[in-house]
């Protein structure tokens, strides 16, 4: 036995052989069968601070024009995100039209609760024009004065009327948009 141990073979210990059962193997899953995986699940288990991806709708009024924006043909996006609804939708509709893919975008952040450093901003963009409002990273870049983010978000949505300039003065004129949005 010394010699086995030594040379590293393996030794049983006490007991007949003839009285133990053989271990059952490990079930397998099926290669047909889906593998459960805690991978789709996001860090934290239930409580999900993203709010998922999620749909979302937007009205956008000014000047006698309404836009409608939604996720559905374009992706985008509209969740809670740590207490900041996070908005990105496409243009689909202009006074009732449809419009082709890529043809604008809805872009905003607001704060439901105070959250610390965080400084909302709105970037509205259709076909002519393109307008800004808040703390925007693009508006910072040409120095342009923006108006500070008026909208009221309350759950899932956000409403209100918002002051919004353009980032080349001359092209288009400052707006006064009505802002309507839901998220699902």
Partial sequence: MLAA???GVPVACGGDDADS??????????ADEPVESDADEPA???????GGLGTGTGTV????????FEIGREAGQCRNLYDVLVVDLPLVEANGTEVPPDSGRLELQVELDDVEDFEPWADLSIPGGRWFAGDDEVAAITDVETPDLTLTASGTSITGTQAMVPLVQGINSAIDAKIEITCE
Avoid: I, K, M
């Fill in 44 to 50: 934290g288990g239930d409580s999900d601070p993203g």
């Fill in 61 to 68: 009024s000014f000047d006698g024009e309404e836009y409608r």
């Fill in 21 to 30: 059962e053989p271990a059952e193997p490990a079930d397998e899953p099926d």
């Fill in 5 to 7: 141990v030594l040379l």
